[in-house]
């Protein structure tokens, strides 16, 4: 493992193409401090569109796709979020605290983590102002100091891009000298059928100016299962959705308005797990040099507008000095989405950012006012399955939030207040870290055992995945559930960093 480490982190100095490199992540042990290969270094796939049977003989199937939910009545009036029909508006003014995303409201949103020590997956350490380093974060308009897990994600005031005080959704993480990235994804189904469908979003969407591969940066995805972390290639991750699409906003470093400023750096389409288009950010169309870029500041919010159809996307923008001013920074031709309604996520990524130029390694952004327009869909019920909540195995005052598995004994988890109503299907949402052929076993309530057998594409290089995973609804029961989880037999020595997270009941009604 300490060399495949060696390998990603020197594979990182390919200046800014390194964000897209098959790099493989850091050598880790979970409750073994020194056990071990890392399935982040080593063979992990994805779900192919098959399972099989667990213990019990029952298999978990796929997901193949949402079903349409029932229509509403939009939830936002003309106007919101910068849109003449808005179908979703978030303006981040009613803090809802609790649960895994602090203040966002959880039965709206879904949040997921993803970040790892040298020894140990799916763990964050506190974010700290680090007065050697470039670029300090704040937080909540104030320098950043000490932000431990739990506090990271906070509704606070700052400056909106009417130049008005507003309240604005702040998260923020250390890197821990790695990749790294947070993700939130809007419950309510985005649908652009047959239609140049609507998406704004206001971040202040800074990158570090000294970036040749390393920094901070914003990215937005749409999937049409409601997976948790949807991404492309970095260094320990591999979570390419079933089927999605991510446009990359990390900068080329060669804007004419200097290297403060950035622009659409890759857009990714997905199908069936692998990456069916990926278009540099330099062969996209663009009106002219200057048009492609925009300018940034930390703590100053541009705003974009993402306009989406099947077969071609515009991306529009503003320069931080005049947000309510936008301009055409891209256009992404023979897009070719294979899906027209899915999920949007919101992503801020980060990849060691202190190796270039020594910046700091915690980043704060700031976002506001995100929504998109057409069709007013209900909500599918999600119940997360509660993180884990153990001290990080190098005592860096962090905290581990994904569960290792064992073949031997099963980790039994509650999933608290399920509300069944009449519910006609059930998934779970998850990511899993594990080599191509082993089984994640899980089981709703002590009932039938069914495993998820992590499948090759042809590519077995090391990283976490994102799944949705069906489940029986019958094994499913109205209130307190539990779910057990552990590792299908035959564990091995090389198999002890089988670790899943992010994890999610979600129930759709009839």
Same mark, same amino acid.
Not at 91 to 103: A, N
Not at 259 to 273: G, L, P
């Given at each position: 493992?300490?060399?495949?480490?060696?390998?990603?982190?020197?594979?990182?100095?390919?200046?800014?193409?390194?964000?897209?490199?098959?790099?493989?992540?850091?050598?880790?042990?979970?409750?073994?401090?020194?056990?071990?290969?890392?399935?982040?270094?080593?063979?992990?796939?994805?779900?192919?569109?098959?399972?099989?049977?667990?213990?019990?003989?029952?298999?978990?199937?796929?997901?193949?796709?949402?079903?349409?939910?029932?229509?509403?009545?939009?939830?936002?009036?003309?106007?919101?979020?910068?849109?003449?029909?808005?179908?979703?508006?978030?303006?981040?003014?009613?803090?809802?605290?609790?649960?895994?995303?602090?203040?966002?409201?959880?039965?709206?949103?879904?949040?997921?983590?993803?970040?790892?020590?040298?020894?140990?997956?799916?763990?964050?350490?506190?974010?700290?102002?680090?007065?050697?380093?470039?670029?300090?974060?704040?937080?909540?308009?104030?320098?950043?100091?000490?932000?431990?897990?739990?506090?990271?994600?906070?509704?606070?005031?700052?400056?909106?891009?009417?130049?008005?005080?507003?309240?604005?959704?702040?998260?923020?993480?250390?890197?821990?000298?790695?990749?790294?990235?947070?993700?939130?994804?809007?419950?309510?189904?985005?649908?652009?059928?047959?239609?140049?469908?609507?998406?704004?979003?206001?971040?202040?969407?800074?990158?570090?100016?000294?970036?040749?591969?390393?920094?901070?940066?914003?990215?937005?995805?749409?999937?049409?299962?409601?997976?948790?972390?949807?991404?492309?290639?970095?260094?320990?991750?591999?979570?390419?959705?079933?089927?999605?699409?991510?446009?990359?906003?990390?900068?080329?470093?060669?804007?004419?308005?200097?290297?403060?400023?950035?622009?659409?750096?890759?857009?990714?389409?997905?199908?069936?797990?692998?990456?069916?288009?990926?278009?540099?950010?330099?062969?996209?169309?663009?009106?002219?040099?200057?048009?492609?870029?925009?300018?940034?500041?930390?703590?100053?919010?541009?705003?974009?507008?993402?306009?989406?159809?099947?077969?071609?996307?515009?991306?529009?923008?503003?320069?931080?000095?005049? *947000? #309510? =001013?936008?301009?055409?920074?891209? @256009?992404?031709?023979?897009?070719?989405?294979?899906?027209? &309604? /899915?999920?949007?996520?919101?992503?801020?990524?980060?990849?060691?950012?202190?190796?270039?130029?020594?910046?700091?390694?915690?980043?704060?952004?700031?976002?506001?006012?995100?929504?998109?327009?057409?069709?007013?869909?209900?909500?599918?019920?999600?119940?997360?399955?509660?993180?884990?909540?153990?001290?990080?195995?190098?005592?860096?005052?962090?905290?581990?939030?994904?569960?290792?598995?064992?073949?031997?004994?099963?980790?039994?988890?509650?999933?608290?207040?399920?509300?069944?109503?009449?519910?006609?299907?059930?998934?779970?949402?998850?990511?899993?870290?594990?080599?191509?052929?082993?089984?994640?076993?899980? *089981? #709703? =309530?002590?009932?039938?055992?069914? @495993?998820?057998?992590?499948?090759?594409?042809?590519?077995? &290089? /090391?990283?976490?995945?994102?799944?949705?995973?069906?489940?029986?609804?019958?094994?499913?029961?109205?209130?307190?559930?539990?779910?057990?989880?552990?590792?299908?037999?035959?564990?091995?020595?090389?198999?002890?960093?089988?670790?899943?997270?992010?994890?999610?009941?979600?129930?759709?009604?009839?």
């Amino acid at each position: 493992m300490r060399k495949i480490l060696s390998y990603s982190r020197a594979a990182s100095t390919l200046a800014a193409s390194c964000f897209a490199l098959a790099c493989a992540g850091g050598n880790g042990s979970g409750a073994q401090a020194n056990g071990g290969n890392s399935a982040a270094g080593g063979a992990t796939g994805a779900m192919g569109g098959a399972t099989s049977g667990g213990p019990s003989g029952t298999s978990g199937s796929p997901s193949g796709g949402a079903g349409i939910p029932q229509e509403v009545p939009p939830r936002s009036p003309p106007g919101s979020c910068g849109l003449d029909k808005p179908a979703f508006c978030e303006d981040f003014e009613k803090p809802s605290p609790g649960g895994r995303g602090g203040d966002l409201d959880e039965t709206i949103w879904a949040f997921s983590r993803w970040g790892h020590e040298t020894r140990q997956h799916f763990v964050r350490i506190p974010a700290k102002t680090e007065a050697d380093k470039l670029f300090p974060p704040f937080f909540c308009g104030k320098p950043l100091g000490t932000v431990k897990f739990g506090e990271d994600v906070v509704s606070c005031d700052g400056t909106g891009v009417d130049g008005l005080t507003s309240h604005q959704l702040n998260e923020v993480y250390d890197d821990q000298a790695d990749f790294a990235f947070n993700s939130m994804m809007i419950r309510q189904m985005f649908d652009f059928t047959g239609r140049t469908g609507t998406i704004m979003v206001d971040v202040d969407a800074k990158v570090n100016p000294l970036n040749l591969g390393h920094g901070w940066w914003v990215e937005l995805w749409v999937t049409e299962d409601p997976n948790p972390m949807p991404y492309h290639e970095a260094p320990g991750v591999l979570s390419y959705p079933r089927t999605g699409f991510g446009i990359n906003l990390q900068g080329l470093n060669t804007c004419p308005q200097g290297r403060e400023a950035t622009e659409i750096s890759r857009a990714f389409v997905t199908k069936d797990f692998k990456i069916l288009h990926d278009y540099p950010g330099w062969e996209l169309k663009h009106d002219s040099d200057t048009a492609r870029c925009i300018k940034t500041q930390d703590q100053k919010l541009n705003r974009f507008k993402f306009l989406i159809a099947q077969d071609h996307a515009e991306v529009w923008a503003s320069d931080f000095d005049d *947000a #309510l =001013n936008l301009h055409r920074i891209a @256009t992404i031709e023979n897009f070719d989405i294979p899906f027209s &309604r /899915g999920y949007v996520h919101l992503q801020h990524s980060q990849y060691n950012a202190r190796k270039d130029g020594e910046v700091t390694g915690s980043q704060t952004y700031r976002w506001d006012n995100i929504g998109f327009d057409g069709p007013s869909y209900a909500m599918s019920r999600s119940y997360p399955v509660p993180d884990n909540d153990q001290p990080d195995i190098d005592l860096a005052g962090g905290r581990m939030y994904g569960y290792y598995l064992t073949d031997k004994t099963p980790v039994v988890v509650p999933i608290a207040k399920v509300d069944l109503g009449n519910a006609a299907t059930a998934t779970l949402n998850f990511d899993y870290l594990a080599y191509v052929g082993r089984g994640l076993v899980f *089981a #709703l =309530n002590g009932g039938p055992s069914h @495993t998820f057998i992590v499948p090759s594409f042809g590519d077995d &290089r /090391g990283g976490i995945r994102t799944f949705t995973v069906d489940v029986p609804i019958g094994e499913v029961i109205n209130g307190d559930n539990t779910i057990s989880l552990m590792s299908s037999p035959g564990q091995t020595e090389n198999d002890k960093e089988e670790v899943v997270g992010n994890m999610e009941l979600t129930l759709s009604d009839k």
